[in-house]
């Protein structure tokens, strides 16, 4: 049976077969008292508003039975006290209740089983690092909360696969065992919330099974940089101090920062440190804004592999001035468009497509020709030109996608493809005039 780990309040829970942090990824925990108090077979979760702790779902999951198709946890183990989820006081899940781990049999070896079950890095161990005490962690256990004296080979994947020695009993908390792994600080995944669109907001990287804020202490401009492009956005234009208050998060902070050079096609790939001192409240949520997704388009030709040029941005299409615009820049728009190779245009041909209206977006487009985007091409900051209309650029390339949007549906011709300089008109399927160069058509009639 497939125990899926659930992390809650540095606490890790598991469970047979169904994987509950999948179920509502978007939960808040807003409890009257903590979770680690509540054994796993009655996990409370309050689903809250974004901006305040109103209570709006009180979701009871009772893992006993078939209430979800859920079964009773067969077991779980929790580290309780500790400054983070991988440092405390051991407690074991077992006959249905919580219990500690007597020292007696505790050694460097099962500390590791309790390290890898709760994910986390190797254990903190060594001839002159003493095993921790688990007395030391607040807040204490409760009095006639169980004692379990486990004895373990040490090759044990989970702890309630060792043995339990009854013969020997702790009736004393003062023995209870601690554990001390490394903090992993690699997170799982990452998002922009509480902006305007998917390219605005805060950040929060998804840490233990969590959705945790970022603070800005050691945020930089090439952190954003790598962010934005993962996200598919155009670059990072703004990257705040702090949030606003309605814009601050809830919850954890992680306590990790990321050490990205900016060229790193993944935050994942950039180096996570530990920060050295953990000051930071809300108010230090990092907030990032990235220019909206890159899009381009040919308007007013006669297909859509050649048109005047226009780009959208914040939503809205506008041109580009043609100031310093040449072949390089002509190519890298035809590559992006999948439209083969840039047909040359003396500068007087280029306003064949006449004049845009609105927005010109872009000005002093510098391209090396090996671009994949436009985008990646150097230019002025958006709406910044000493242009008019009367300068937006004109591409024209040399080959028509493969594209059935030429045709009406129900036109039997599946397919056009080649070099498409001509017109067209389309009666009905067999009575066809065209006027084109070099044109295919495929499954005829």
Known sequence: MQLHPLTLDHMTYFSPGLDLSTLLPTLHQSCPEPLASRPPSAIILTLGHTHTTQTMVLLFFMILGTGLGLSELSHGVRLVGGPNRCEGRVELWKNGQWGTLCDDYWTNKIMAIVCRELECGPAVAGPDVPLPAGKIYSPKPQKDQPIWNLKCQGTEETLVECEEDMSIECSDHDEDAGAICEEILNFDDFHLVGGPSPCTGRVE???????????????????????????????????????????????????????????????????????????????????????????????????????????????????????????????????????????????????????????IWLDDVRCKGKETSLEQCKHRFWGYHDCTHREDVSVICSVLQSSTELFPPENHVRKITGPFFGTYSWPNPRNVSCQARGFRLSHGF
Request: glycine letters at 12%; proline letters at 3%.
């Open 205 to 359: 990287v998804k840490y233990a099974g969590k959705w945790d804020t970022v603070c800005n202490a050691g945020w930089t401009f090439q952190d954003a940089k790598v962010l934005c492009r993962e996200l598919g956005c155009g670059r990072p234009f703004l990257t705040t101090g702090s949030c606003s208050k309605d814009q601050q998060g809830t919850g954890d902070i992680w306590p990790g920062q990321v050490e990205c050079q900016g060229s790193e096609a993944s935050l994942s790939n950039c180096p996570v440190v530990r920060m050295e001192t953990n000051n930071c409240s809300h108010k230090d949520d990092t907030w990032v804004h990235c220019e909206e997704r890159f899009a381009l388009r040919l308007v007013d030709g006669k297909h859509n592999c050649s048109g005047r040029l226009e780009v959208l941005h914040k939503g809205i299409w506008g041109s580009v001035c043609n100031d310093g615009w040449g072949e390089k820049e002509d190519q890298v728009v035809c590559q992006e468009m999948n439209c083969g190779k840039a047909v040359f245009q003396k500068p007087r041909d280029r306003v064949r497509f006449g004049h845009g209206k609105g927005h």
